[in-house]
């Protein structure tokens, strides 16, 4: 008798427990799928940006600009930055 009640429980309780594990891990690997496409869509344009100024300041005309210069050399850094930051090994 014990063991037939435990046995309903236990079932009971699987039966309750196992598909909201499943809708959990499917809403996961939506989620995941959505940042991943996110993060390779960013990783293309940061390195169009960056192929972009390196073609735009290839005679280095804004680097020597006092005003112009200073912005341009944040922008720059930057993007850089953001192309190191996001390879193609990493993802």
């Known amino acids: 008798m014990y063991e037939t009640h435990y046995l309903i429980t236990l079932v009971i309780s699987w039966s309750i427990v196992v598909p909201i594990l499943l809708y959990i891990i499917r809403n996961l690997y939506i989620k995941n799928n959505i940042y991943e496409a996110w993060v ?18 290839s005679k ?9 210069g200073i912005v341009y050399t944040g922008i720059r850094d930057l993007v850089l930055e953001l192309d190191s930051k996001i390879k193609e090994e990493d993802i």
């Open 40 to 57: 390779v869509d960013t990783r293309n344009t940061v390195s169009d940006i960056s192929d972009d100024i390196k073609d735009i300041d």
């Open 60 to 68: 280095e005309l804004f680097e020597n600009d006092d005003e112009v």
